[in-house]
């Protein structure tokens, strides 16, 4: 699952495996990101993730990563919905861009012009 938030920055979440065994873990979930600053920002905007390691992994598709109980990211969750209030998301990435990046904000600025494309491309 990606998620793109504008305060937060891009992450990518995932059930990981078992270093040894390759069994898929699935009390537990891997939050990836490109940039370790997103999961700095992460941590820092919920106290349940206060403790948790951000380990790198160089030669990954995303080199940073915590690995937390799925229980504790449900909370993460409910936490990020509960405490929207964005009418623009667009908007509210720009008026954080000191913390998340400019190059952020300008890939979420292209990927919404690419997914517009789709709501009126033919056959749709």
Known sequence: ???MLSRTGFLSVVV???????????DR??????KREHLELLRSQH????EVRILRSDGAD?????LVPRSVFAEVMREIVERLAVTNVKA???????ETGREFVRAM????ARLARLQDAPGE
């Not at 990981?16 to 699935?26: A, S």
């Not at 979930?29 to 490109?34: E, T, Y």
């Not at 600025?109 to 919404?112: A, E, Y």
């Open 1 to 3: 699952m990606w998620l």
């Open 16 to 26: 990981p495996r078992d270093q040894k065994t390759g069994e898929i873990e699935g």
């Open 29 to 34: 979930l891997m939050v990836r990101a490109r």
């Open 47 to 50: 106290s349940a993730l206060a």
């Open 62 to 66: 995303y080199r940073w990563r915590i």
């Open 92 to 98: 509210d990435a720009h008026a954080h861009e000191a």
């Open 109 to 112: 600025h292209d990927i919404h």
